[in-house]
């Protein structure tokens, strides 16, 4: 099992980033695939989730209607579109599998109960 984050860079506030997660041995269609965030100095927290199958989503308050998360089953790709960025959503992104749990607040609320993880992509919201 692999998964695979892109797309992060160097954005001014007020732009838009897409973020790509490639899920790699496995069909991520069946489980539920989360984005984290982790800044320095601070705790790493959850972002977004969707489910398996048709694809419940969620998002952290933070986030939510600026963030929107889709699943491209062809490519077994999993995207997180960040729009109106802030400083404050400067981190290191990561996206996770959980092969039990569905997509939900509990999910987001313990990453260190996901089962696998990809490498992280930085996002640097900066003028």
């Not at 007020?14 to 069946?30: I, T």
Request: with cysteine; net charge neutral.
């Amino acid at each position: 099992v692999q998964l695979q984050a892109s797309g992060g860079g160097l954005v001014q506030p007020g732009g838009s980033l897409r973020l790509s997660c490639v899920a790699r041995n496995f069909n991520s269609d069946y489980w539920s695939i989360g984005w984290f965030r982790q800044a320095p100095g601070k705790e790493r927290e959850g972002v977004s989730c969707i489910g398996s199958g048709v694809g419940n989503t969620y998002y952290a308050d933070s986030v939510k209607g600026r963030f929107t998360i889709s699943r491209d089953r062809g490519k077994n790709t999993v995207y997180l579109q960040m729009d109106s960025l802030n400083p404050e959503d400067t981190a290191n992104y990561y996206c996770a599998t959980d092969f039990e749990r569905n997509c939900g607040g509990p999910l987001l609320e313990y990453p260190h109960l996901m089962d696998y993880w990809g490498k992280g992509t930085q996002v640097t919201v900066s003028s």
